[in-house]
């Protein structure tokens, strides 16, 4: 007879086959679902458009950079993880000093998330950075700090920035500082002046009969002349006086700085060349000249307003007595 347990033994053991069966194609899907979740994940690494970083503090290691850093950069991912000195060797001369403090900072603060800083890629284009980053704080002490970050490329940015504040600041057509810049710029160098009780001059310059130049030559041809007193007071006057267009025809300077007598200088020499300027139109030819009202900061200025007041008093004069003159009040 035979023994009914020693019949099923070997279908006994089945169900701990078919357990173990079970559990590795478990752990053969698990490892494929894992190696899928790898290549998703690198394939998002390698469509992110920003730089996503580790780096030991401690050691100065970087410990991992994404694929995009070989994109932006234009250098080798190796080269970086075996020498930090590669990032620092590309930050733009002048930002370094910056980059690095603010690195630094988020050890005290924990994150730092405006910083901004330019690079030069290998192909010697400037580049800015967004680059923001923060401490991977472990729990158990004695763990080293690391710092991770991501770094975008914002340099499109940065040039629509910067044509947006050049064309709010700036004459479209003269390409000098627009009447609210200027006054912007003046109020502050008025009050630098008020304050270290420094010299300061106030010009203002209108150009004759420019409505005969208009309706002699037409607008376009008044365009050229306005261009050209424009280029003649880049010219002319000092490094970090300021010049622009506030009116139709009428141009201001600030002279920070500059005594009385160094004022009329400037002034002169802005008027010799707009009187050496020569325009053709069709064949004829003509020529500009230019009034000009000067004043200088006294005691009794309490604002810019009443500078601009005398200097517009003056110029005024400046017409009345014939044109073609700079009056001094």
Same mark, same amino acid.
């Given at each position: 007879?035979?023994?009914?347990?020693? !019949?099923?033994?070997?279908?006994?053991?089945? @169900?701990?086959?078919?357990?173990?069966? *079970?559990?590795?194609?478990?752990?053969?899907?698990?490892?494929?679902?894992?190696?899928?979740?790898?290549?998703? *994940?690198?394939?998002?690494?390698?469509?992110?458009?920003?730089?996503?970083?580790?780096?030991?503090?401690?050691?100065?290691?970087?410990?991992?950079?994404?694929?995009?850093?070989?994109?932006?950069?234009? +250098?080798?991912?190796?080269?970086?993880?075996?020498?930090?000195?590669?990032?620092?060797?590309?930050? =733009?001369?002048?930002?370094?000093? =910056?980059?690095?403090?603010?690195?630094?900072?988020?050890?005290?603060?924990?994150?730092?998330?405006?910083?901004?800083?330019? *690079?030069?890629?290998?192909?010697?284009?400037?580049?800015?950075?967004?680059? !923001?980053?923060?401490?991977?704080?472990?729990?158990?002490?004695?763990?080293?700090?690391?710092?991770?970050?991501?770094?975008?490329?914002?340099?499109?940015? !940065?040039?629509?920035?910067?044509?947006?504040?050049?064309?709010?600041?700036?004459?479209?057509?003269?390409?000098?500082?627009?009447?609210?810049?200027?006054?912007?710029?003046?109020?502050?160098?008025?009050?630098?002046?008020?304050?270290?009780?420094?010299?300061?001059?106030?010009?203002?310059?209108?150009?004759?009969?420019?409505?005969?130049?208009?309706?002699?030559?037409?607008? @376009?041809?008044?365009?050229?002349?306005?261009?050209?007193?424009?280029?003649?007071?880049?010219?002319?006057?000092?490094?970090?006086?300021?010049?622009?267009?506030?009116?139709?025809?009428?141009?201001? #300077?600030?002279?920070?700085?500059?005594?009385?007598?160094?004022?009329?200088?400037?002034?002169? +020499?802005?008027?010799?060349?707009?009187?050496?300027?020569?325009?053709?139109?069709?064949?004829?030819?003509?020529?500009?000249?230019?009034?000009?009202?000067?004043?200088?900061?006294?005691?009794?200025?309490?604002?810019?307003?009443?500078?601009?007041?005398?200097?517009?008093?003056?110029?005024?004069? #400046? !017409? +009345?007595?014939?044109?073609?003159?700079? *009056?001094?009040?």
């Amino acid at each position: 007879m035979v023994n009914n347990k020693q !019949k099923d033994a070997p279908h006994a053991q089945w @169900p701990e086959a078919a357990q173990t069966l *079970i559990a590795l194609m478990h752990a053969q899907g698990e490892v494929a679902r894992l190696s899928e979740r790898e290549q998703l *994940i690198s394939s998002l690494l390698v469509s992110v458009n920003a730089v996503l970083w580790a780096f030991n503090w401690e050691t100065r290691q970087v410990l991992y950079v994404s694929p995009a850093y070989e994109r932006i950069f234009g +250098r080798s991912a190796g080269l970086l993880l075996a020498d930090y000195n590669q990032w620092r060797d590309s930050i =733009y001369p002048d930002d370094l000093e =910056y980059a690095e403090q603010s690195l630094a900072e988020v050890l005290r603060k924990g994150a730092v998330e405006d910083r901004e800083y330019r *690079i030069i890629a290998a192909d010697g284009q400037v580049r800015w950075l967004s680059d !923001k980053c923060f401490i991977n704080r472990q729990d158990e002490p004695g763990q080293p700090v690391i710092i991770v970050g991501i770094a975008e490329d914002i340099t499109d940015k !940065k040039h629509m920035e910067t044509e947006l504040q050049r064309l709010a600041t700036t004459d479209v057509l003269t390409q000098s500082s627009n009447r609210r810049h200027f006054f912007e710029c003046a109020h502050r160098e008025f009050a630098e002046a008020r304050r270290h009780g420094s010299p300061l001059a106030f010009l203002l310059l209108d150009i004759d009969d420019f409505k005969l130049i208009n309706d002699s030559y037409g607008h @376009p041809e008044g365009d050229n002349v306005l261009q050209r007193i424009a280029e003649c007071g880049r010219g002319s006057l000092r490094r970090g006086d300021l010049f622009g267009r506030i009116g139709g025809e009428e141009f201001a #300077a600030v002279f920070p700085g500059c005594a009385p007598d160094m004022a009329v200088q400037v002034a002169e +020499r802005l008027q010799q060349e707009i009187q050496r300027l020569r325009f053709n139109h069709d064949g004829q030819a003509f020529s500009i000249t230019v009034s000009q009202g000067l004043t200088n900061l006294t005691e009794a200025d309490e604002s810019l307003d009443s500078l601009f007041a005398r200097a517009d008093a003056a110029m005024y004069e #400046a !017409k +009345r007595q014939g044109k073609n003159r700079i *009056i001094a009040a």
